[in-house]
């Protein structure tokens, strides 16, 4: 299907229409553009996780060649630069509020994780800032540090902040306990696990880098900067850290290389660079080099969770109890809060019936890189907790592993589970259906006999998972503590000769918003795509937005275009009655043409955006001239993607290798736009939750040091781990958005990291291996097979 | 300040560069090709991919001095006359690019594995990709293209 | 990177000079090794001395017995080389899969043999087949070559030109990578020639080492199961975030028992 065609583009895999920018190299990302007299900033990094700053001497470094300024956290301060905020806050149990420390953006006393920006320096070019840094001299007080949960929680720990006791940030819980320990009063049996969500590195192939310019004729700040969100990053940088209004500050958010949540924040570079452009009168340009990024960027999961769950005899699931804590790190980013508790904590009935749910979540400091959002962001703990503790149940029960799960599946909706959540739509039993069809589920043994013959080890695993996308109503997360609304925004702009261009509040790095969306608005005025724009990423050009995160864009962005279209067709309907001498209520819109019902009277869209924006004929006293509509869409509840993944893994019993032989995802994520990168989403999203099962992990030392700081360390996927993913759709549409879309940008990530360490347990399970954790690394498979036999001697 | 002449993209090139100047810094910061992109400072994942005289080579990990005399092709001269090459091409066909950062590299990296192996096998793709790091793809996609580049490429040959 | 000078050598002699007249003189081949160590500012020369284009380091020739590759012929080039993979395919073998395709493009035995890094894979390579250095000045046997990590036997200023490999009845390298930086957590290379067999372990240790007991149970049978129950001590091996020294030492084992299997075959 080509770019010309029209009708029903909807729901086809049309190649994307961005594409071509990125294949002859013409993309501009952040670190592509330069601004005349441009200076170049680079930041000094804590080398200590804890510290006190006893003194800083920049005398050498504001001497040396080239240098245009050197600024400190005692600049920041003198400036009443503000901190940068978190934007959710948790209440714990008792009713009081969670700890908020200050984060400044640059620290004059004390550091609190290796990485922490203490100094910035800007020079003519990049190779005199960096050579200069060096020259800055900083007496550091070393302290105690801790680095895991299991650290900040001991007895005695050191404390991040004295604000906090026990290093806690909050202490919260969900649902009711009473009911809870009914059920495991009447319990058949009870099982218990201990897991740890391992902490991981987004790593957007992109390094973040920003540039801030001030311009004095106008007195207006922009900020160019790799952002999945720059109308946020606006209202965070704007109203919390500088105090700049609204319309002194434009951000844009040009070509951005890939997110995964972690663009999402607002990051103190970005605040120093727009600073440091007023101060200095002229643009400053910060780029991370990817050593910079590992330990700057906020990380990922790091969750210690542990569940109890009450089951009969039957399997039938009669309660759960968790008690998770999670490392925010030392400051609270962003959204940090919101992923282990509402995120994660309101997801904890899956896809059972489970009837009494009760989630206790502590949330402690520690002195390492902040933690926040990443791809699921809270959704892939509680399915990896879930899905890990159903298996150990029908082992423990002597169950078959997929009917334990079918025993307790969710049929009737909509369903109202006890951590909150109210399920619209969804259909279980098809995508497991289809996702065992697709895995060769029925000749899994003989595979499982060949693997043997070679000396090799086979497992398979599931996962039966349910996700919460496109966060929603804002009355709700209002309430619940989050300090934005969550709608959507977009502008329709049709132009006299009836091309389009739409603005839109989501931010597109890598989804295909371009694409898709043009889709959508093609279809609904009828037109062919090259009619339709997309545009997004500047806080000039669109009137609002909140961005792209929690796979919300096409669910809820996408239903603020559609609401937008919506107003520009009823809007074309009165102009066409006035030009078809017909009422308006005659008037029918199909196929890009408005005609007078049960006539062949009709005028096509062009013609009346002509008449819009040349009103010689027009009903000028009921209608303005023009063509142009804006929408913002609150939806009224989340989506609930939900799918089955089935994995099957062949380990090397003497090396303890772990490869992947088989990945089979079916997944319901509501109507699909554009098959093609639906597809692509999956497979990414896939490869990042293999990537978290099998390779990666952040470890930091005891002294708070980062062991895994570069790719020499830390293990990013590569094409040879995988093999070619087989993924399918079951659609239920959801109910409640005018495209029935639910969301597919994290079910990947969510979904498969319990079906492969399921998969490693089942082919370890013979030997006496009973638990393992992520990431499955060959010396972590080969120790289990060692203590398993040398316990079975 | 050392004088360097070359080709790149097939047109002359001559200029004054640090010693230093890493090759991939002397096409972003003084040709203002920005097609290369870096995304690394190990070496490691392949974004800054090029070819110099027909190889591919990582551009961050290659002084400019050392290109000196050398044809330097980049992700802005695969195309020929608005012609896209036909592993572009492929790319586009077959949703192999996400967020486009990775996409360079892996191109010219693949394009440079089909002059050695007319026909590779899934593995064999999969195997030459090592030095490319892809965040989006999941690599699925890129493999597809790459395989349906091979396939074509060899019938039109 | 530091400012440094740079030059252009056209012959084994100019290039000695340039680097004995500079105050820290360094030899640049390829650069995959050296210059991410510049980049990260670890080593700070005063000069760099570029010998990619110096035709007399880029043979490779197999005569008789003994196959000469040149130093700065580049793993890409030996990984496709008909003589290489006719005289000792388990060496084409292992060039075939050092780094990455662009590393292998660009980086050359001279360069990786001279930086002595533990986890490269060539030095196991040099020792199990008994190869000879040959430098500008001198002929040193591999294995008095690989002094320590990151070091070796080579003078400040003395360059590596050669490196003559004895051809062996058979070889083979086999190689456990990490998953993060596709080094070596341990290689093994074997070889087997009339004098008996050699094991040599890249990756395990601070520099590359030889096995004797494996040596003698596979100079008696050459078959894995003569390894069997054979196993390295752990006690001067590497332990890492990447792997710890039990692990390396069983992997030694395993890994030599693949190269067999693969030299056998």
């Known amino acids: 299907m080509s770019e010309s065609t029209t009708g029903r583009l909807v729901g086809a895999p049309i190649a994307r229409k961005e594409d071509r920018r990125f294949l002859v190299g013409t993309g501009r990302y952040t670190d592509d553009l330069n601004r005349p007299k441009q200076t170049h900033a680079v930041i000094l990094r804590s080398p200590h996780a804890c510290a006190k700053i006893v003194s800083m001497d920049t005398s050498a470094a504001a001497a040396a060649p080239g240098v245009v300024a050197v600024y400190t956290g005692k600049d920041i301060a003198d400036d009443k630069v503000g ?146 969100n720059p109308h946020l990053i606006r209202l965070l940088l704007g109203a919390f850290v500088l105090g700049v209004p609204e319309h002194r500050l434009r951000v844009v958010a040009p070509d951005v290389g890939g997110g995964f949540g972690s663009k999402i924040f607002h990051y103190a570079e970005e605040a120093i660079v727009v600073w440091a452009s007023r101060k200095i009168g002229r643009p400053v340009k910060w780029t991370a080099e990817r050593s910079e990024s590992f330990m700057s960027d906020a990380h990922g999961r790091d969750t210690v969770m542990r569940a109890k769950l009450a089951v009969d005899k039957d399997g039938t699931f009669l309660g759960l109890h968790v008690q998770n804590t999670a490392n925010m790190g030392a400051y609270l980013s962003t959204f940090a809060t919101s992923v282990p508790t509402y995120l994660s904590g309101t997801l904890m009935a899956g896809v059972y019936k489970t009837p009494a749910v009760y989630v206790e979540v502590r949330a402690v400091f520690t002195h390492t890189v902040p933690v926040d959002a990443y791809r699921g962001a809270g959704r892939p703990e509680a399915t990896y907790m879930l899905e890990r503790l159903v298996d150990k149940a029908a082992v423990e029960l002597g169950m078959d592993r997929l009917e334990i799960r079918k025993k307790n599946f969710i049929r009737t909706f909509p369903y109202q589970t006890p951590v909150a959540l109210e399920y619209d739509t969804g259909d279980y039993d098809a995508t497991l259906a289809m996702a065992l069809e697709k895995a060769d589920h029925e000749n899994y043994p003989a595979r499982k006999a060949e693997s043997e013959k070679r000396g090799k080890l086979r497992g398979i695993g599931y996962s039966t998972y349910l996700e919460a996308c496109g966060i929603a109503p804002s009355a709700l997360v209002g309430a619940l503590g989050c300090r934005a609304g969550l709608y959507e925004a977009a502008s329709v702009r049709v132009h006299p000769t009836g091309s389009v261009s739409v603005f839109t509040g ?86 890009g043409k408005y005609t007078v019902a049960g006539t062949d009277k009709s005028k096509a869209f062009a013609e009346i955006a002509f008449a819009a924006y040349v009103p010689h004929s027009y009903p000028i006293d009921k209608v303005e001239p023009g063509l142009e509509e804006s929408a913002f869409y609150d939806p009224k509840n989340f989506t609930f993607p939900a799918g089955s993944h089935v994995v099957e893994v062949e380990i090397d019993p003497d090396t303890g290798v772990v490869t992947v032989e088989n990945v089979v995802a079916a997944d319901d994520v509501g109507v699909i736009i554009n098959p093609l990168i639906v597809d692509g989403q999956m497979h990414g999203g896939l490869a990042q939750g293999i990537g978290q099962a099998l390779y990666e992990e952040a470890v930091y030392d005891e002294s708070g040091q980062l062991m895994s700081g570069s790719y020499m360390t830390y293990s990013m996927p590569r094409a040879a781990d995988f093999p070619m993913f087989k993924v399918g759709n079951h659609v239920t549409a959801c109910t409640h958005n005018p495209i029935g879309a639910k969301g597919v940008g994290e079910v990947g990530a969510i979904g498969v990291p319990p079906a492969v360490i399921n998969a490693v347990l089942d082919a370890l399970r013979p030997l006496g291996v009973t638990d393992i954790q992520m990431p499955a690394t060959p010396e972590k498979v080969w120790r289990a097979i060692q203590d398993a036999r040398s316990k079975a001697q | 300040m050392t004088a360097i002449s070359l080709k790149v993209n097939q047109k002359p090139v001559s200029a004054e560069v640090e010693p230093r100047t890493l090759l991939v810094e002397l096409l972003r910061e003084h040709l203002g090709l920005t097609g290369t992109h870096v995304g690394c400072d190990t070496s490691q994942c392949g974004a800054c991919v090029i070819h110099v005289d027909g190889v591919s080579v990582k551009s961050c990990t290659m002084l400019a001095v050392e290109a000196d005399g050398c044809e330097v092709t980049t992700i802005e001269g695969l195309a020929q006359g608005g012609e896209l090459h036909p592993m572009q091409k492929a790319f586009h066909e077959h949703h192999g690019l996400q967020c486009g950062f990775c996409t360079p590299g892996m191109i010219l990296s693949a394009v440079d594995l089909l002059k050695r192996n007319r026909k590779p096998s899934e593995h064999e793709v999969r195997d030459w990709l090592e030095g490319n790091i892809c965040r989006c793809t999941g690599y699925h996609n890129i493999v597809k293209a790459v395989l349906s580049c091979a396939e074509q490429t060899k019938e039109a040959t | 990177m530091k400012e ?206 030889r096995v004797p007991e494996m040596e003698k149970a596979l100079s008696a049978a050459f078959a894995p199961a003569s390894l069997d129950g054979i196993k390295v001590s752990s006690d001067d091996l590497l332990s890492d975030g990447q792997a710890s020294a039990d692990y390396r030492a069983h992997l030694v084992t395993v890994m030599a028992k693949r190269a067999v299997a693969a030299a056998a075959g």
């Open chain 1, 506 to 591: 989501t931010h597109s790095h890598g989804q295909g918003h371009e694409t898709t969306f043009a889709q959508l608005v093609a279809d609904q005025l009828g037109l062919t795509l090259d009619k339709v724009e997309v545009v997004h990423g500047d806080s000039d050009k669109i009137p609002f937005g909140m961005g792209t995160y929690g796979s919300r864009s096409l669910s809820v962005g996408g239903s603020a275009i559609v609401k937008a279209v919506d107003k520009i067709v009823a809007k074309g309907k009165k102009i066409a009655a006035h030009l078809l001498e017909a009422a308006e209520s005659d008037i029918e819109f199909k196929d």
């Open chain 1, 83 to 228: 901190s940068i905020p978190c934007g959710w806050q948790i209440t714990n149990k008792d009713g009081s509020k969670m700890v908020e420390p200050p984060h400044p953006a640059l620290v004059a006393d004390e550091v609190r994780h290796v990485g922490d920006q203490v100094a910035v320096v800007i020079a003519e070019t990049k190779a005199q800032a960096k050579a200069a840094v060096n020259l800055i001299e900083v007496e550091y007080d070393p302290l105690p540090a801790v680095a895991t949960v299991r650290d900040a929680v001991a007895e005695g720990a050191p404390l991040v902040w004295a604000e906090a006791p026990g290093n806690t940030c909050f202490d919260w819980h969900l649902g009711e306990k009473a009911p809870v320990d009914e059920a495991f009063k009447n319990a058949h049996k009870i099982v218990e696990i201990e897991l740890v969500n391992n902490r991981v590195i987004p790593n957007a192939m992109e390094p973040r880098a920003a540039i801030g310019e001030y311009d004095a004729a106008t007195d207006m700040l922009t900020l160019y900067t790799t952002s999945q």
């Open chain 3, 4 to 209: 440094l000078n740079f030059h252009r050598a056209d012959s084994i002699a100019s290039a000695v000079a340039a680097v004995k007249a500079a105050p820290a003189g360094k030899y640049l081949a390829g650069g995959q090794s050296l210059l991410p160590v510049l980049k990260l500012e670890m080593a700070e020369p005063s000069d760099l001395i570029s010998i990619s284009r110096i035709k007399d380091l880029r043979n490779i020739v197999a005569s008789g017995n003994k196959l000469v590759i040149g130093a700065a012929v580049t793993h890409a080039e030996v990984a496709a080389s008909p003589e290489v993979q006719k005289a000792i395919p388990g060496l084409a073998a292992l060039a075939s899969h050092i780094g990455d395709a662009q590393v292998r493009n660009r980086g050359t035995l001279g360069g990786s043999v001279a930086h002595a890094d533990p986890a490269a894979d060539y030095p196991a390579a040099l020792v199990a087949l008994g190869a000879t250095v040959k430098t500008d000045r001198r002929t040193v046997p591999a294995e008095d070559f690989f002094t320590g990590l990151f070091e070796t036997a080579l003078e400040a200023d003395e360059l590596v030109v050669a490196v003559h490999f004895p051809i062996p009845e058979r070889a083979a390298y086999a190689k456990f990578a990490s998953h993060a930086s596709k080094y070596a957590l341990c290689g093994v290379m074997v070889a087997k020639d009339a004098s008996g067999v050699r094991v040599a372990v890249t990756g395990a240790g601070p520099s590359v080492f």
